[in-house]
């Protein structure tokens, strides 16, 4: 017959269960969900932690074993209270040496798995925008195409967020533990500021500040980095050079709130931002069309309202049926 614990669905064992274990403030329901894990006959070193520091995770299986005595089968036989105390610090070193390297380790690639119990993933598809409120207070705001994976809560003294994609990030002021942001390619660290990261060039992440400062670094080189404040843009290039600019911040960071901002652009130019965004495809049946530059600004604007206005500025005629769009 299996273990109660195997069958309680809504409930894991997580270093967080096991430490309120520990200190005599689980439910009756939980400790008695943990106690019946930690005395399970198929119990193993294995089962612990693959991902711990098996140096670590030996020594103190070792006295665990030496009090407790194992059968022939590899099988551990509890025997008393401070037997289960063993096997409850085990498995919490390894889980938390396991989220300090994580955590610590930038170019550390966690399972699918592992992310999972750590952090949340959150996508958006095209088309969509997201916006996601942090533990902390901080605001993420997701362009379409996007994931982030984020914590449950922020825990320790850094605030860890891993983007791919297109984010603004808002980011709630706390000196004593540092807000830091990973894409593939590149650590970002503020104390509390607002700024634009693009991971979606070809292999290039650009990060634009709109207030504040903000520390951007290759990850993999931590003496490849420039210090930004406001009006600061920086692009890490395919080739690892990192160039810094001043730019007008307000307008390259408009989409953030769902501003639609183009400065003596060309329809070409145009058509790459407005497919992803409204989800369609545009086709263009004349090239000289692609040639016409625009300058404007829309608040929200919808489809056939963008369209419309578009019309008139370049003196072209277009069709929307379904999710294709036709100028000509």
């Known amino acids: 017959m299996q273990h109660t614990y195997r069958r309680m669905n809504k409930m894991k064992i997580t270093p967080e269960l096991l430490e309120r274990y520990e200190l005599g403030k689980c439910t009756p329901e939980e400790r008695k969900f943990v106690e019946e894990w930690l005395d399970d006959a198929g119990y193993t070193p294995d089962d612990v932690s693959k ?4 140096a670590m995770s030996d020594a103190v299986w070792k006295n665990v074993s030496a009090e407790m005595g194992v059968q022939k089968a590899g099988q551990v036989i509890p025997l008393h209270r401070r037997i289960t105390r063993y096997a409850a610090a085990v498995i919490l070193l390894g889980a938390l040496s396991f989220l300090v390297y994580y955590l610590v380790s930038p170019n550390f690639s966690p399972t699918e798995n592992q992310v999972a119990d750590l952090y949340q993933n959150v996508q958006t598809k095209r088309g969509e925008k997201r916006t996601v409120k942090l533990p902390d207070g901080s605001t993420i705001r997701m362009n ?41 390619a590149t650590k970002t660290e503020v104390l509390g500021t607002s700024f634009d990261i693009n991971t ?32 600061d843009r920086a692009l890490l290039g395919a ?7 001043k730019v007008d911040a307000q307008k390259l960071t408009a989409w953030a709130e769902n501003q639609l901002v183009f400065d ?8 790459k931002v407005l497919q992803p965004w409204y989800d369609v495809e545009i086709s263009v049946k004349s090239a000289e069309h692609l040639k016409m530059k625009y300058n404007f600004s829309f608040d929200n604007p919808s489809l056939p309202e963008l369209m419309d206005q578009m019309s008139f500025m370049g003196k072209f005629n277009y069709t929307i049926e379904g999710k294709q769009v036709t100028i000509y």
Do not use: C
């Open 51 to 54: 991902e711990s520091s098996k």
């Open 200 to 231: 979606k060039g070809v292999n290039e992440t650009e990060i634009i500040v709109t207030s504040g400062k903000v520390a951007f670094s290759e990850k993999a080189r931590t003496d490849n980095w420039v210090t930004l404040t406001i009006n």
């Open 264 to 271: 003596d652009q060309t329809l070409s130019e145009i058509i």
């Open 144 to 184: 379409y195409e996007t994931e982030i994976r984020v914590p449950e809560k922020f825990e320790g003294t850094e605030r860890v967020v891993y983007l791919k994609g297109h984010a603004h990030f808002e980011v709630a002021r706390n000196e004593k533990k540092p807000f830091i942001i990973y894409t593939e």
């Open 239 to 245: 080739d690892k050079s990192m160039v810094k600019e």
